[in-house]
Protein backbone atom coordinates (compact mmCIF):
# COMPACT_ATOMS: atom_id res chain seq x y z
CA UNK A 1 0.00 0.00 0.00
CA UNK A 2 2.77 2.34 1.07
CA UNK A 3 4.59 1.61 -2.10
CA UNK A 4 1.32 1.95 -4.31
CA UNK A 5 0.72 5.66 -2.48
CA UNK A 6 4.47 6.62 -3.39
CA UNK A 7 3.89 5.84 -7.14
CA UNK A 8 0.67 7.65 -7.14
CA UNK A 9 2.51 11.07 -5.54
CA UNK A 10 5.69 10.82 -8.14
CA UNK A 11 3.09 10.52 -10.97
CA UNK A 12 0.94 13.48 -9.92
CA UNK A 13 1.19 16.61 -11.80
CA UNK A 14 2.90 18.99 -10.41
CA UNK A 15 2.44 23.33 -10.70
CA UNK A 16 3.42 26.33 -8.92
CA UNK A 17 1.12 28.17 -7.35
CA UNK A 18 0.65 31.31 -4.84
CA UNK A 19 2.59 32.96 -6.83
CA UNK A 20 1.59 36.67 -8.01
CA UNK A 21 3.53 39.76 -8.88
CA UNK A 22 3.29 42.81 -11.04
CA UNK A 23 6.29 44.39 -12.91
CA UNK A 24 6.99 46.59 -16.09
CA UNK A 25 7.94 47.01 -19.60
CA UNK A 26 11.47 49.15 -18.01
CA UNK A 27 13.52 46.19 -17.97
CA UNK A 28 13.03 42.92 -19.71
CA UNK A 29 10.57 40.74 -18.17
CA UNK A 30 11.87 38.22 -15.50
CA UNK A 31 10.55 35.29 -13.48
CA UNK A 32 10.83 35.93 -9.34
CA UNK A 33 12.36 33.51 -7.74
CA UNK A 34 10.36 34.18 -4.91
CA UNK A 35 7.71 32.25 -6.90
CA UNK A 36 8.39 28.77 -6.10
CA UNK A 37 6.06 26.97 -3.74
CA UNK A 38 4.79 23.89 -6.51
CA UNK A 39 2.47 21.58 -5.62
CA UNK A 40 0.76 18.66 -6.98
CA UNK A 41 -2.56 19.15 -8.86
CA UNK A 42 -5.09 18.38 -11.18
CA UNK A 43 -4.35 20.63 -13.73
CA UNK A 44 -1.57 23.82 -13.49
CA UNK A 45 -3.56 27.79 -14.33
CA UNK A 46 -2.57 31.05 -14.89
CA UNK A 47 -4.10 34.77 -14.99
CA UNK A 48 -2.22 38.29 -16.72
CA UNK A 49 -3.48 41.20 -17.08
CA UNK A 50 -1.46 44.09 -19.27
CA UNK A 51 -2.28 48.17 -18.87
CA UNK A 52 -0.08 48.92 -21.69
CA UNK A 53 -1.39 53.01 -21.26
CA UNK A 54 0.28 52.65 -17.82
CA UNK A 55 3.33 49.74 -18.17
CA UNK A 56 1.74 47.82 -15.34
CA UNK A 57 1.15 44.02 -16.00
CA UNK A 58 0.50 41.51 -13.31
CA UNK A 59 0.71 37.70 -13.36
CA UNK A 60 -0.37 35.19 -11.26
CA UNK A 61 -0.55 31.36 -11.29
CA UNK A 62 -2.39 28.74 -9.15
CA UNK A 63 -2.71 25.12 -8.56
CA UNK A 64 -6.26 23.92 -9.22
CA UNK A 65 -7.12 20.36 -7.98
CA UNK A 66 -10.22 19.79 -10.61
CA UNK A 67 -9.09 18.01 -13.87
CA UNK A 68 -11.62 19.53 -16.12
CA UNK A 69 -10.26 22.15 -18.62
CA UNK A 70 -13.02 24.11 -20.59
CA UNK A 71 -12.61 25.87 -23.88
CA UNK A 72 -13.75 29.20 -21.44
CA UNK A 73 -10.00 28.44 -19.25
CA UNK A 74 -8.03 29.38 -22.26
CA UNK A 75 -8.82 32.74 -23.64
CA UNK A 76 -7.56 36.15 -24.49
CA UNK A 77 -10.30 39.73 -23.59
CA UNK A 78 -9.16 43.17 -23.33
CA UNK A 79 -10.40 46.80 -23.58
CA UNK A 80 -9.11 49.72 -25.30
CA UNK A 81 -10.60 53.01 -23.90
CA UNK A 82 -10.60 56.56 -25.28
CA UNK A 83 -11.17 58.38 -22.50
CA UNK A 84 -10.38 61.85 -24.60
CA UNK A 85 -8.59 62.92 -27.31
CA UNK A 86 -5.54 62.47 -26.01
CA UNK A 87 -6.15 59.84 -23.11
CA UNK A 88 -6.37 56.13 -24.08
CA UNK A 89 -6.18 52.81 -22.26
CA UNK A 90 -5.37 49.62 -23.60
CA UNK A 91 -5.83 46.22 -21.85
CA UNK A 92 -4.92 42.52 -22.53
CA UNK A 93 -6.06 39.83 -20.37
CA UNK A 94 -5.36 36.15 -20.53
CA UNK A 95 -6.35 32.86 -18.73
CA UNK A 96 -4.45 29.48 -18.89
CA UNK A 97 -5.36 25.99 -17.63
CA UNK A 98 -3.36 22.73 -18.90
CA UNK A 99 -2.49 19.58 -17.29
CA UNK A 100 -0.14 18.10 -20.55
CA UNK A 101 3.02 18.75 -18.25
CA UNK A 102 4.62 19.57 -14.92
CA UNK A 103 4.04 23.92 -14.57
CA UNK A 104 2.92 24.07 -18.37
CA UNK A 105 0.71 26.97 -17.39
CA UNK A 106 4.05 29.08 -15.77
CA UNK A 107 6.01 27.66 -19.07
CA UNK A 108 3.14 29.33 -21.35
CA UNK A 109 2.48 32.39 -18.93
CA UNK A 110 6.28 33.36 -19.23
CA UNK A 111 6.34 33.46 -22.68
CA UNK A 112 3.41 35.13 -23.06
CA UNK A 113 4.42 38.01 -20.59
CA UNK A 114 7.69 38.22 -22.33
CA UNK A 115 6.38 38.67 -25.95
CA UNK A 116 3.34 40.92 -25.02
CA UNK A 117 5.53 42.94 -22.31
CA UNK A 118 7.57 44.07 -25.62
CA UNK A 119 4.65 45.85 -27.16
CA UNK A 120 4.39 49.19 -27.91
CA UNK A 121 1.64 50.98 -29.10
CA UNK A 122 0.57 54.17 -30.93
CA UNK A 123 -2.12 55.50 -29.13
CA UNK A 124 -2.29 58.74 -31.00
CA UNK A 125 -2.52 57.45 -34.40
CA UNK A 126 -4.70 53.94 -33.39
CA UNK A 127 -7.15 56.92 -32.49
CA UNK A 128 -6.58 59.44 -35.07
CA UNK A 129 -7.67 56.51 -37.50
CA UNK A 130 -10.12 54.58 -35.53
CA UNK A 131 -12.58 57.88 -34.69
CA UNK A 132 -13.39 58.36 -37.81
CA UNK A 133 -14.81 55.18 -38.75
CA UNK A 134 -17.02 54.72 -35.35
CA UNK A 135 -16.86 57.96 -33.21
CA UNK A 136 -18.85 60.80 -33.05
CA UNK A 137 -18.28 63.34 -29.74
CA UNK A 138 -21.53 64.56 -29.90
CA UNK A 139 -24.37 62.40 -31.69
CA UNK A 140 -27.96 62.67 -30.04
CA UNK A 141 -29.85 61.69 -32.40
CA UNK A 142 -28.59 58.48 -33.81
CA UNK A 143 -29.46 56.24 -36.98
CA UNK A 144 -28.32 52.57 -37.32
CA UNK A 145 -28.59 49.55 -39.70
CA UNK A 146 -31.55 46.62 -38.31
CA UNK A 147 -31.14 43.03 -39.15
CA UNK A 148 -32.51 43.22 -42.34
CA UNK A 149 -30.11 46.23 -43.54
CA UNK A 150 -32.74 49.28 -42.81
CA UNK A 151 -32.25 52.24 -41.40
CA UNK A 152 -33.87 52.93 -37.85
CA UNK A 153 -33.71 55.50 -35.20
CA UNK A 154 -31.66 54.24 -32.50
CA UNK A 155 -30.76 57.19 -30.29
CA UNK A 156 -32.40 60.18 -29.18
CA UNK A 157 -32.29 63.23 -27.20
CA UNK A 158 -34.35 61.35 -24.15
CA UNK A 159 -33.23 57.97 -25.27
CA UNK A 160 -29.23 56.44 -25.47
CA UNK A 161 -28.01 54.08 -28.31
CA UNK A 162 -25.03 52.45 -29.72
CA UNK A 163 -25.10 51.18 -33.50
CA UNK A 164 -23.79 46.98 -32.95
CA UNK A 165 -22.44 45.06 -35.33
CA UNK A 166 -21.53 40.98 -34.62
CA UNK A 167 -19.53 39.18 -36.66
CA UNK A 168 -17.83 35.42 -36.25
CA UNK A 169 -14.22 35.56 -37.79
CA UNK A 170 -13.96 33.29 -40.60
CA UNK A 171 -17.30 34.08 -41.85
CA UNK A 172 -19.09 36.31 -44.56
CA UNK A 173 -21.95 36.71 -42.34
CA UNK A 174 -22.63 39.83 -39.75
CA UNK A 175 -25.92 40.65 -37.57
CA UNK A 176 -26.59 44.79 -37.69
CA UNK A 177 -28.28 46.00 -34.93
CA UNK A 178 -29.43 48.98 -32.44
CA UNK A 179 -28.60 48.46 -28.47
CA UNK A 180 -30.15 50.92 -26.01
CA UNK A 181 -28.31 51.77 -23.15
CA UNK A 182 -29.76 53.73 -19.73
CA UNK A 183 -25.86 54.70 -19.44
CA UNK A 184 -22.86 56.61 -21.23
CA UNK A 185 -23.32 54.79 -24.81
CA UNK A 186 -20.38 51.87 -25.40
CA UNK A 187 -18.18 52.56 -28.65
CA UNK A 188 -15.76 50.05 -29.18
CA UNK A 189 -14.11 47.22 -30.75
CA UNK A 190 -14.22 44.01 -28.82
CA UNK A 191 -12.38 41.02 -30.07
CA UNK A 192 -12.87 37.06 -28.43
CA UNK A 193 -10.61 34.11 -29.16
CA UNK A 194 -10.41 30.70 -27.88
CA UNK A 195 -9.99 27.04 -29.15
CA UNK A 196 -13.44 26.91 -30.68
CA UNK A 197 -14.29 30.15 -31.97
CA UNK A 198 -13.06 34.06 -32.58
CA UNK A 199 -15.88 37.00 -32.98
CA UNK A 200 -14.93 40.44 -33.89
CA UNK A 201 -17.72 42.82 -32.79
CA UNK A 202 -18.24 47.05 -32.88
CA UNK A 203 -19.87 50.24 -31.43
CA UNK A 204 -20.39 52.61 -33.04
CA UNK A 205 -21.96 55.83 -32.67
CA UNK A 206 -21.22 57.34 -36.04
CA UNK A 207 -24.66 57.35 -38.31
CA UNK A 208 -24.90 54.23 -40.06
CA UNK A 209 -21.66 52.77 -39.21
CA UNK A 210 -22.58 49.37 -38.33
CA UNK A 211 -21.55 48.30 -41.91
CA UNK A 212 -19.48 45.77 -43.87
CA UNK A 213 -16.98 48.48 -44.65
CA UNK A 214 -16.43 49.82 -41.50
CA UNK A 215 -15.90 46.42 -40.10
CA UNK A 216 -13.34 45.89 -42.81
CA UNK A 217 -11.62 49.28 -41.94
CA UNK A 218 -11.52 48.62 -38.66
CA UNK A 219 -10.14 44.48 -39.25
CA UNK A 220 -7.36 46.51 -41.23
CA UNK A 221 -6.86 49.10 -38.76
CA UNK A 222 -6.04 47.00 -35.75
CA UNK A 223 -3.49 44.30 -37.54
CA UNK A 224 -1.29 47.39 -38.96
CA UNK A 225 -1.35 48.39 -35.49
CA UNK A 226 -0.62 45.31 -33.79
CA UNK A 227 -3.65 44.71 -31.54
CA UNK A 228 -4.33 41.92 -33.85
CA UNK A 229 -2.14 39.22 -35.14
CA UNK A 230 -4.09 38.04 -38.49
CA UNK A 231 -5.98 40.73 -41.05
CA UNK A 232 -9.55 38.96 -40.16
CA UNK A 233 -9.23 40.04 -36.91
CA UNK A 234 -7.53 37.12 -34.90
CA UNK A 235 -5.75 37.86 -31.71
CA UNK A 236 -3.04 35.63 -32.49
CA UNK A 237 -2.79 32.37 -34.41
CA UNK A 238 -3.58 30.53 -31.05
CA UNK A 239 -6.63 30.23 -28.90
CA UNK A 240 -6.97 33.03 -27.80
CA UNK A 241 -10.39 38.71 -26.35
CA UNK A 242 -9.73 41.71 -26.33
CA UNK A 243 -12.13 44.66 -27.02
CA UNK A 244 -11.20 47.88 -27.36
CA UNK A 245 -13.61 50.87 -26.35
CA UNK A 246 -13.57 54.27 -27.23
CA UNK A 247 -15.36 56.78 -25.38
Known amino acids: ?12 L ?6 SFSYDNTHAFQFPDTCNHIVSAGKCSAMLSFMF ?4 YWLNLFADPNTSIYVSNNQRRG ?3 LVSASRVYLSHFVDIACKDKDDCARDLAIKIAAELSQRRYNFSQLVYELAPLIREPSNPQ ?32 MTSSCE ?9 ISMY ?3 NTATFD ?20 LFRYNVTQTPDGRLSGCSLHVSVSLI
Open 180 to 188: STAYLPEVS
Open 53 to 56: ESNE
Open 142 to 173: LDCFDGKQKEQRCATLSNSGTCLLTSKVGSNK
Open 202 to 221: IRCNRNLCNTQSTLRATKDI
Open 79 to 81: KLQ
Open 14 to 19: RCTTNC
Open 193 to 195: QDS
Open 1 to 12: LLLLVSLVTCGA
